[in-house]
Every structure is written in structure tokens, then in C-alpha cells.
């Protein structure tokens, strides 16, 4: 059974930065890449960013980019969330999400993702 562990998070005044780091173990097939979700309290989850094992591309959502940056170890099964610049509106549960669909049209749908951590606190005060 796959298991995601994510670490990393924790409280920072706004134009702060975080790293997010997110392991994945146990997996008999190692997935297409790696991403990050977040939720913030009242608000639906929503796609943060991603990072594919092949060629290392990397996705973003229109809000975090320019700020985070996401990479991604496939060998070890890592990824790592860098955060900058960071804004109150960034203050959510991350999730770490292995991707278990080859990458298509679509690189935001949460059905993609067949294993998930159990979530890591941000929070960014004003």
C-alpha cells in the first residue's frame, strides 16, 4: 500500500517562505509524478502544483506561479514544494498526491491521483 508523508509546513509571516517535502513508500508502481493539493477552511480542494517523473515538467496553478516552485526526485519517490513570497490566501491543508494516470489534456483533475497524504498545515499570517 502506498503511503505519502508530508513534512515542511508550519506558520510564516506573509512574504515568507516554506518548503514542502513529500515522500511516497511502498508503491509497486511508482506513478507518473507527484503533486500538490491544498484546501483552505470553507473552500473546495484545489490543484497547487505538479511535477512529472518523465522529463520533469512541471504544472502550476495560475495563483501560486511565479512564487512556488515544485520538483520532483522520481528515483526516490520525492518531490518538494518551495514557496515564496507567500500570501494569507495561502493558508490551507497541502496534500501530497501520486499520480497513478499518464499525464494527459488534464493535469489538475484530483481522479488522477490515486494515493494521498494526509495533509500538512500553512499557515500565513498577515
Known amino acids: 500500500q502506498v503511503q505519502l508523508a508530508e513534512s515542511g509546513g508550519g506558520l510564516v509571516q506573509a512574504g515568507g517562505s516554506l518548503t514542502l517535502s513529500c515522500t511516497a513508500s511502498?508503491?509497486?508502481?511508482?506513478?507518473?509524478?507527484l503533486a500538490w493539493f491544498r484546501r483552505s477552511a470553507g473552500k473546495e480542494r484545489e490543484f497547487v502544483a505538479a511535477?512529472?517523473?518523465?522529463?520533469?515538467?512541471?504544472y502550476y496553478a495560475a495563483s501560486v506561479k511565479g512564487r512556488f516552485t515544485i520538483s520532483g526526485l522520481p528515483v526516490k519517490l520525492m518531490a518538494w514544494l518551495q514557496m515564496d513570497n507567500l500570501k494569507p490566501e495561502d493558508t490551507a491543508v497541502y496534500y501530497c498526491?501520486?499520480?497513478?494516470?499518464?499525464?494527459?489534456?488534464?493535469?489538475?483533475?484530483?481522479?488522477?491521483?490515486?494515493?494521498w497524504g494526509q495533509g500538512i498545515q500553512v499557515t500565513v499570517s498577515v
Open positions: 511502498g508503491p509497486a508502481f511508482s506513478g507518473y509524478g
Open positions: 498526491a501520486l499520480r497513478n494516470r499518464a499525464w494527459g489534456d488534464s493535469v489538475q483533475n484530483p481522479l488522477d491521483f490515486g494515493s
Open positions: 511535477v512529472a517523473w518523465a522529463g520533469g515538467s512541471a
